[in-house]
C-alpha cells in the first residue's frame, strides 16, 4: 500500500505535464487534478477549467501563534514536509531551502512553509529552536504543527506522500519534494530538495512565477 501510494502522489505530481502542453517556455504548468465547468457569460455559455487548489487550513507556528491560509493570500511560497530529528533527508532538503530563503527573505512576495510530520515531539518551542539554528530571522518561513490527520491530510493536497513508519529513519516516511505553490492557492512545481539540480531549477523557476504574479 505503501509504495502505490507513493506511486499515486508521483503521478498525481506528473499530471500537469501532460495537460499544460500548449503552455508558453515562459509560463509554468499547473498540477493536480482538474475540472471542466460550464458556464453562463453575456448569455453565451464557455466551458472554464477549475483546477486543484490547497484548501484552507491552521497550524500553530513556531511562536506558538496560529496561522492559516490567509497568511498566504496573494503570495508565491514553498511548501514542504519534514520533522526536526529526521536523521536522513530532511537536514540537506532544509539547507538547499534556506539558500532560496536567503536570496528572497526581504520580498514581500515570497514566503515559506515547512510542516513538521511529527506531531508527538515538534512542539512550536522545537520549531522554534530548530529555525534558529537554520538561520531563519524573519516571518517569512514559518514552521507549523498540527495533529496528526491535519498535518498529513494537507500534505495529500500538496500531492506529497508522508507517514507514520516505525521501520523508517527517525519513524517517519516523507517526500522531500519543494513544493512551488502560486498566489491562486495552486500547485505549479515539484522539486526534490534533496538535488542540487532540481533545487537549481526551482530557482529559475520561481521567478518566472513572480512575473506572473504581477501581470
Not at 507556528?61 to 497568511?71: A, L, P
Not at 506531531?119 to 530548530?130: G, R, S
Request: hydrophobic share 35%; proline share 3%; glycine share 6%.
Amino acid at each position: 500500500m505503501k509504495s502505490i501510494t507513493k506511486f499515486y502522489c508521483a503521478a498525481c505530481l506528473l499530471l500537469g505535464l501532460f495537460s499544460c502542453q500548449n503552455h508558453s517556455k515562459s509560463e509554468l504548468p499547473i498540477y493536480g487534478e482538474r475540472e471542466a465547468v460550464e458556464k453562463t457569460i453575456d448569455g453565451k455559455k464557455v466551458v472554464d477549467t477549475v483546477y486543484h487548489t490547497i484548501p484552507a487550513f491552521k497550524f500553530l507556528n513556531q511562536d506558538s501563534t496560529m496561522i492559516s491560509d490567509k497568511d498566504f493570500d496573494g503570495k508565491v511560497y514553498i511548501a514542504n514536509f519534514f520533522f526536526t530529528h529526521c536523521p536522513s533527508i530532511c537536514p540537506t532538503m532544509n539547507r538547499n531551502l534556506l539558500k532560496i530563503y536567503e536570496q528572497y527573505k526581504d520580498n514581500d512576495a515570497v514566503r515559506f512553509l515547512s510542516h513538521s510530520i511529527d506531531f508527538k515531539y515538534d512542539q512550536p518551542y522545537v520549531l522554534k529552536d530548530y529555525a534558529n539554528k537554520l538561520g531563519v530571522n524573519n516571518n517569512h518561513w514559518q514552521f507549523v504543527s498540527g495533529t496528526k490527520a491535519e498535518i498529513y491530510g494537507i500534505a495529500n493536497q500538496y500531492l506529497v506522500y508522508t507517514a507514520e513508519d516505525k521501520n523508517a529513519p527517525g519513524g517517519y516516511d516523507h517526500q522531500g519534494y519543494l513544493v512551488l505553490i502560486d498566489k491562486d492557492k495552486r500547485i505549479r512545481g515539484a522539486y526534490d530538495g534533496t538535488n542540487d539540480e532540481q533545487v537549481k531549477k526551482l530557482m529559475n523557476d520561481l521567478p518566472i512565477l513572480l512575473n506572473e504574479a504581477t501581470k
